[in-house]
């Protein structure tokens, strides 16, 4: 399964990739980060990492508002949780599909399993 989590509306909010770098590994303790050898617009950055609940794969973009994680319900729910508590409270971030099908705000926190269940449908 693939998600997207990012701000729905234009934003001048973003996260640098070494900073991204930083939070990832001071917080999952099994990580391994993947820096390709020519960034592009889709992905500036690659990390796999182990929720506790399975395994995740995540990229960010360039732009450095979206990622983009492929993982089971509970990994992603996990990341998402986790990621709204390092983003600032008043910047709105949305967890989504590539189709816009599932749109999950993250305006006001979600317990992990909440978010899971909304993700398995």
Not at 8 to 35: F, H, M, Q, Y
Not at 82 to 99: G, I, N
């Amino acid at each position: 399964m693939t998600f997207l989590i990012s701000p729905l509306a234009a934003t001048g909010w973003k996260v640098g990739r070494d900073e991204l770098i930083e939070l990832l590994k001071r917080d999952w303790s099994v990580i391994e980060i993947i820096n390709p050898s020519s960034p592009t617009p889709d992905r500036e950055l690659a990390w796999v990492l182990d929720t506790g609940v399975g395994r995740l794969e995540g990229e960010q973009q360039e732009n450095g508002q979206a990622q983009v994680l492929s993982g089971g319900p509970q990994a992603i729910a996990r990341y998402a949780t986790w990621w709204r508590t390092q983003v600032a409270s008043d910047q709105e971030l949305a967890l989504y599909d590539e189709t816009f099908s599932t749109v999950i705000s993250l305006e006001q926190p979600l317990p992990e399993d909440e978010i899971a269940r909304l993700l398995a449908g």
